[in-house]
């Protein structure tokens, strides 16, 4: 196809404040591919960093956010044979220098020359240009087909089922049989209790302040639901484990009591992976977890590709992405997509901005 020579952007013109621009459209590099963009969907990053600016974030003006998104291959660079123009693409964000020790271990999101462009890192909607915008230029490392039984829109939450198959692989990679205990019925919270699941979970709970969002916990697969405002979790989750714990506990909701809570959740040696982080500094227990022997680990994106993980987990039914979209708004109102997510309007899960 003719490529336009310009496209419509959000550009992140100040705190908090996004502007629809004419922009410059990028060329794809020697082992990139351009992408039309379907579906971006808003996520709480966003949200974050749109307030207050990120480590490598480019300066107001220039800078398009977004990192949640799916669309269709329309160029191809000089080097690039592992796809087509027209294959239809899922991305994760980051791609990193591909030199620094991290990187040489595969555990490319902590790339240790994070946001140096120059030495070669990349991470869409973080340190570079991402998917609220009508193309996007992603490094092929980055993009892995979708199938045919996976929508686009679908296919734009592959990045956050991504970052729960490489935080349960983080723990060890396998749950089967386990006691799994979900805190916050958000997307990464219902992203992880499917993730439990599909890894062989045989009991997973899912804790919450919100009925509606809880009930869709049980459409997805969680086996208990528990409001926290009407039932002592702690008791709940010992009286269904037989006395012990649970042997994983995710914590997705950023509150500020949620790491003590994960904490005390746990069993004995159990093992605590935190996705959701608190703004402000969370008080711990860590004489209960040094006394109990329980384990923290805490994972940033979707490393180790572990999208390519996460696609036929979808592609087999065993995830699904459908449940957590709820809205859906064009790029020209992605000002008012950003509030019914942050004010959760309508039951707002995941909100897709369709540029």
């Not at 027209?86 to 902590?110: F, I, K, M, P, Q």
């Not at 805190?183 to 219902?190: A, F, M, T, V, Y």
Request: hydrophobic fraction near 40%.
């Amino acid at each position: 196809m003719n490529l336009p020579e310009k496209m419509r952007a959000a550009v992140l013109m100040a705190p908090d404040t996004l502007e629809i621009k004419e922009v410059t459209c990028p060329q794809p590099g020697p082992a990139d591919v351009l992408i039309k963009v379907d579906s971006c969907a808003i996520c709480g990053s966003d949200v974050s960093l749109m307030a207050h600016p990120w480590p490598g974030q480019p300066p107001y003006g220039t800078f398009i956010p977004g990192h949640e998104y799916s669309g269709v291959v329309v160029a191809l660079g000089e080097t690039v044979d592992e796809f087509q123009v027209g294959d239809r693409v899922a991305v994760e964000a980051h791609y990193g220098c591909g030199r620094c020790l991290n990187c040489r271990r595969g555990d490319y999101t902590s790339c240790l020359n994070y946001g140096n462009r120059a030495k070669g890192h990349r991470a869409n909607g973080f340190t570079t240009n991402g998917g609220y915008a009508e193309y996007v230029a992603n490094h092929i490392n980055t993009v892995y087909p979708v199938p045919d039984n996976i929508s686009l829109e679908e296919a734009s939450l592959v990045t956050n089922a991504g970052c729960l198959v490489y935080g349960f692989e983080s723990l060890g990679g396998l749950v089967a049989g386990d006691a799994v205990v979900v805190i916050g019925p958000g997307p990464l919270g219902l992203m992880s209790v499917q993730v439990a699941k599909a890894l062989g979970a045989d009991l997973v709970i899912l804790l919450g302040t919100r009925p509606d969002r809880l009930r869709v916990g049980s459409e997805v697969g969680a086996d208990h639901l528990v409001n926290v405002r009407e039932t002592d979790p702690v008791l709940f989750v010992r009286d269904h484990t037989k006395g012990r714990g649970a042997d994983v506990v995710v914590e997705t909701s950023g509150a500020t009591e949620g790491p003590d809570l994960a904490l005390h959740l746990c069993r004995r040696m159990g093992k605590v992976l935190l996705i959701g982080f608190p703004h402000d500094p969370a008080p711990a227990d860590f004489n209960y977890m040094g006394i109990n022997n329980i384990h923290i680990y805490s994972v940033r994106g979707e490393g180790r590709a572990n999208c390519a993980r996460a696609i036929p987990l979808m592609r087999q039914g065993k995830i699904r992405a459908r449940p957590l979209i709820t809205h859906h708004f064009p790029l020209s109102q992605i000002r008012e997509g950003f509030r019914v997510f942050n004010e959760r309007e309508g039951g707002a899960i995941k909100v897709l901005i369709k540029p």
